[in-house]
């Protein structure tokens, strides 16, 4: 690792970083674009996200949050947590416990800097970490192994019985750290009498935990204000999602990965709610004029990653299909499993979803453990992906309604999950008629593959499948 | 040592199985030491710990699975899609780990394609990360759905006095690996490492009575032996699962014997006895849930720690090879946790990663072992 790195606390760094890109906006247009020539690596993101009008703007405002929060929150007399993405903040919001999630975090960083997280990446393997481990959480882990992040309280995770790595970053951190550590386990059938009682006493161990690691009781009517965030913030998904259907998609490409990101961050707190409600303003808008989302306005074709997205560096992967006016379809993040989600009502799987009930603290805990269970990926890649309810299940029928041309897988070699089963899917998708693309890059480290190489190869795939005009 | 102890454990269809199916009974193999296997035991079949030994090349298992995944589930479906494992009327798959628990899909995918390698039993076991009132009471109604699903599958009864005798004689085998392990770590042992793993392996595929007796003979032949093998450098073996003889023979060489481990194909196979007071189904999910020897019990590290710490001591062992499966992301991490604090405590460590498969990598690894041995011979010399 480069002696500078060491020089000042990296999510401090971030934290500045993203406080001064969400202030870029305030001077005039000029002054804009001159600031941009002084952060070459950063600047494509920001112009991408800001280009997205206000919503940009408070996404931006929100990552800044997100970070003062957790740095601050041990001086504030709360705490914080280690977690991960498919973890529902939710529950931790309403404990005062501030969320670090690892994976959003490496995000802002392939984001942000030149060399994305490479060296705490890298750092991580240093200490006995396995390269071969997802890059999602690595690319931060290393800076909290390293000492080079705000000091940490617990460490949480909701992945074991879904992805072996992901819950692997956790307890090795939670074990190097020495800080205390839980884990929500998921059994590998989702719509199970046995498995709701498994995920309600699991959710009740880990209130009982973060009460023992914290010093405070669960506010019953905090937890009841975060709940009705969460189902406000659902029902404008729900729109978001609904708008998405119309063609041309009235969504710019950026909104996919706002909007998930955004409900990370913040889900059951007005940050996100805020930023949502701006993304249905200028989607409703969009719809009502019959335009595109897309920057040149001509929808020529619709993509629904199947997985996750290409993070590095500087929002290559939406700026390739802005150009191409490629459609984004959503991906297995964005998804909300709430029963008034529209894919859900479409295909009557209210089984596998979830609803609110917050008469009291039973029900409560009830609707968050069934919230959380039905997380991205921790939804649908716990069982046989062939089963009912899971991978496969899921991504035909998000690719049928949202009437996508064709399937995009891509991910990290770190995981197991996907990688031991994604020839199999892709074959049962192919038949379904779905030209399926798997793409062998890292969504978080351009080393193993470099996003030119990438972006060519999916060139290739759009060419020979004849899927662009 | 008796020959039929190695003899079972480098061939899968080995004399017993044969002479098992011959007699008209029903084998069933799994994947993971989480499956209480004497379930089915008791139900008259012969439980078999599915492998990946003797696997040539991964073209099958390439097919199915993607290229970021650990050897070993490639090598099983490799075996699986050459028909090596036809004897098997049924399988069991667990969440063992991510590559593990896909081979289910991997195997389910090549039996549509290759004609009648898929057991016509094929039961996807689950099995929690954590050990709580709430997850042994989920365990215990996963165990009765694989009894009732082999009991319709077979058309057999399981029924409480056969699990009750079953348990008695599977935990009869575990107290007498419990007594080889003893000997083992004796000052001068009178088996080698690579002895040991083919007794232990051995149990795994053949049936329990006939292990009982042979077990019986050779810890009775070694009390009486005096041991031979004095002054050899005293490894543990740690990490992913390792069931191929000639591993631990290439890490013994002249110079080394390994007297101890923490593998799943080793002593985590007979740790622990299942309660005989309990009620049987009980019993056994607390003892197979329990074990918490595998990182993919997660948050169980300093427990780990521990058991390797007092096994090292007790074991007098002078170094720790730690290796893991490339991919193997549960051991290999562990590994560093462990390099960096059995270190601590003055116990020489080596961290590998390897292939699963035949020793491609000999050269590199017996270097890397001959270098370690280098630097224990060293330190003995300067203590």
Known sequence: MRPELKEYKFDSMLWTTFAAAAKLRNGSEKEFRTMLKYIPYFNGTVTAVLDAGEPGQLFLECITKYFENYITARDRGFHNAITTFCFSPGILYAMDVYPICLEVVSVAQTFAYKRGTAEFLDYCNEVGYTETSCSSQRGTLGAFLAGLGAEVDMVLTDTPGVCDTNANAFAFAAAYLKKPFFSLDMPPVLVDPRTDKYHNSDFKALIAFIEKNTGRKLDIDKLRVVLREIEKQEEIVAELEDLARIVPNPLPVTFNMMLYATRFLFSGMKECTVVLESMLKVASDNASRGISGLTGGVEKMRAFFCYIDHYTNGLRLWDFLDRNGICYQGNILSRSWAKTAPHVKEYRTEASAYSFDMKDLDSMIRTMADHNSRMPMIKSIRGPYDAPDMWLQDTLSLAKMYSADCIIYNGTPGCRNTWGMVKLLARDTEQAGFPTFIMYGDAFDDRVESWEASQDRLEEFLRVRRLLP | ?383
């Open chain 2, 1 to 383: 040592m008796n020959t039929v102890f190695m003899e079972a454990a480098i061939s899968l269809n080995n004399d017993y199985v044969r002479e098992w199916k011959q007699a008209g009974k029903k084998v069933v193999g799994y994947t993971c030491s989480y499956v209480p296997d004497e379930l089915l035991y008791a139900a008259g079949i012969l439980p078999y710990r599915i492998r990946g030994f003797g696997a040539t090349e991964a073209t099958i298992g390439d097919t199915y699975f993607g290229p970021f995944i650990c050897s070993l589930p490639k090598a099983m479906l490799q075996l699986a899609g050459e028909g090596k494992f036809d004897f098997l009327d049924g399988a069991i798959i667990t969440p063992g780990c991510d590559s593990m628990r896909r081979l289910d899909e991997c195997w389910r995918k090549a039996g549509g394609d290759i004609t009648g390698v898929l057991p016509k039993f094929f039961f996807h076991f689950g099995v929690p990360h954590k050990f709580a009132d709430y997850t042994v009471k989920w365990f215990i109604d996963e165990i009765l759905r694989l009894k009732v699903a082999v009991e319709g599958h077979f058309g057999v009864s399981i029924n409480e006095d056969k699990l009750r005798e079953t348990i008695q004689l599977f935990n009869k085998s575990r107290d007498l690996l419990e007594q080889f392990d003893r000997l083992r770590i004796a000052d001068k042992p009178a088996i080698t490492g690579t002895e040991a793993l083919a007794v232990i392996l051995a149990g795994t595929t053949m049936p329990r009575d006939v292990y009982v007796e042979l077990l019986e003979g050779l810890i009775g032949n070694m009390q009486k032996s005096k041991g031979e093998m004095q002054g050899k450098v005293r490894l543990m073996l740690v990490g992913s699962a390792s069931d191929d003889v000639n591993l631990i023979r290439l890490i013994e060489g002249e110079r080394a014997i390994v007297v101890a481990d923490n593998l799943c194909f080793g002593s985590r196979f007979h740790v622990d006895r299942v309660d005989e007071m309990d009620e049987p189904i009980q019993a056994l999910a607390m003892r197979y849930l329990a074990k918490n020897e595998c990182p993919r019990m997660y948050g169980e590290y300093a427990g780990r720690l521990k058991m390797l710490t007092d096994k090292a001591e007790k074991a007098k062992i002078d170094g720790v090879i730690l290796q893991n499966i490339r991919f193997c992301d549960l051991h290999g991490s562990e590994n560093g946790l462990f390099e960096r604090d059995l270190e601590e405590a003055g116990i020489p460590c080596l961290k590998i990663e390897r292939e699963y498969g035949p020793l491609v990598e000999t050269g590199r690894l017996k270097m890397r072992v001959d270098a370690f041995l280098e630097r224990i011979g060293q330190r003995r010399k300067t203590a």
